[in-house]
Every structure is written in structure tokens, then in C-alpha cells.
């Protein structure tokens, strides 16, 4: 990939940075968000939250970036904060909708217990 003028030539087959080669946070924005968004589509199915979970991704990046920019790879440090993010909103959808079936059912057998003590009730 070949420098023009303080840009990256976006024109070759790889729209990735040359690694080995100091970049600016913004270089790497620019060659990395559209596949992150992608890859974060493909995980959730779901546009609004592959798009949060990349501005998360990279604004996690941006507050590290003294020292992830030096990382040997700092594309797979972003995907694998991407996907911590990921795992993280799952872990809590999945127990939002465990404490809401708990409270559910509690609600029921509350309500059965109640309608059982009224008289002409089974």
C-alpha cells in the first residue's frame, strides 16, 4: 500500500495497512472500521448494535493507542476487544432476560396462590 500525499492509496487489492509501519489512529480507522462493522454484523445479525459495538471497539483503541500502535498486530487487539464487547452484551442480554422470566414466574405463582384461597376457586 503506497503513500500519496499524507493518504493511504486505497487503490491496491489489501485496503490493510502495512503493519510494520507507524500509523496514525485515523489511518487505521479508516482501513479497519468498514471490516469490524462487518464482522460485528455477521456476530449479531443486527445493524444498530454491530455499529455500537464497533464505536466501542474503536474508541477503546483510541484511549490505548500510544501502546497498541506499537503492537505487532493491532488489528487482532481490535477484534479481540470488539469481541469482548460482544460476549459482554450478550452475557447480559441473556441474564436480563433470566432475571425477567424469575420475576415472571414468581408473579405467577403468586397469582395462583392468591386465586387459590378464594372461596368457589380451585
Known sequence: ????EGRIDMGT???TP???AALSFEEFFAAESEKLFRRMWLATG???ESEE???DA???LWERWDRVATLDDPTGYL???AMNLFRKRYRRAVARRARAGRRHRVRDRAGHRAASRVPGRV
Open 1 to 4: 500500500m503506497a503513500r500519496a
Open 13 to 15: 487489492a489489501s485496503a
Open 18 to 20: 502495512d503493519i510494520g
Open 46 to 48: 443486527n445493524r444498530a
Open 53 to 55: 459495538i464497533t464505536q
Open 58 to 60: 474503536f474508541l477503546a
Open 79 to 81: 477484534n479481540r476487544t
